[in-house]
């Protein structure tokens, strides 16, 4: 079964960037349409960002327009959402996705997971 691995996650004071990966062992992400997605403690898991397939059409959920940038590092096959400015309402576990399309920030078709990385933006 394919899992997704995400890193990247940590701690950071607020205003600060972190950079997370999404790496797929057994899988080219290349061919995937690739979503990152978070869910706080208490809340339901929302899309943050989603980058088609073999382009570089991207979508961004408002809450993170203008701070977050989703990219693919074609040399590694992995897909990186650079987040500047974080907020503490940026706090939640991020998780990507591998899937067929994205509609808006959300994947559709066969998709596979990653398990997480946990983002703490605290001062």
């Known amino acids: 079964q394919v899992q997704l691995v995400e890193s990247g996650g940590g701690l950071v004071q607020p205003g600060g960037s972190l950079r997370l990966s999404c790496a797929a062992p057994g899988l080219t992400l290349n061919g995937y349409a690739i979503g990152w997605f978070r869910q706080a403690p208490g809340k339901e898991r929302e899309g943050v960002s989603c980058?088609?397939?073999?382009?570089?059409?991207?979508h961004y959920a408002e809450s993170v327009k203008g701070r977050f940038t989703v990219s693919r590092d074609n040399a590694k096959d992995t897909v990186n959402l650079q987040m500047n400015s974080l907020k503490l309402e940026d706090t939640a576990v991020y998780y990507c996705a591998a899937g067929s399309w994205c509609v808006g920030t959300n994947i559709h078709g066969q998709s596979y997971w990653g398990q997480g990385t946990q983002v703490t933006v605290s001062s």
């Open positions: 980058i088609s397939s073999r382009t570089t059409h991207t």
